[in-house]
């Protein structure tokens, strides 16, 4: 298999759920985290799931300063790569996947109550 025939490519487009938590994490790196709800098409759904709700991690100035403008509420297109995160809980080693925004656009402003 060439490695031109392998693709981790991610496109999302749903509702942010809550505020973005932007962090320096120990390493001195900046992180920009938000959940995004994805409806699951008609006829996806297993048992009572009727949405996804999927983590996304943005990792470059550019993709952090458009999560900064986010609301919840908001809709957005996610475009990044599927990514499975390591790190430590307690006296364990957990893991989570994610995805990792390369491009975040919002599509629609959350209505106003």
Not at 39 to 51: K, L
Request: aromatic share 6%; hydrophobic share 40%.
């Amino acid at each position: 298999m060439q490695t031109d025939e392998w693709v981790n490519e991610v496109r999302l487009v749903g509702k942010v759920s809550g505020s973005v938590d932007e962090r320096e994490l120990p390493s001195g790196d900046f992180v920009a985290a938000l959940r995004l709800v994805v409806p699951r098409q008609p006829g996806e759904s297993r048992g009572s799931a009727t949405v996804d709700t999927i983590d996304v991690a943005c990792w470059s100035g550019r993709t952090r300063q458009s999560a900064r403008r986010l609301a919840a509420g908001d809709q957005v297109e996610v475009v990044g790569a599927l990514r499975r995160r390591f790190f430590r809980a307690g006296a364990a080693t957990a893991s989570r996947y994610e995805v990792e925004a390369s491009r975040l656009t919002r599509v629609r402003r959350a209505l106003q109550p």
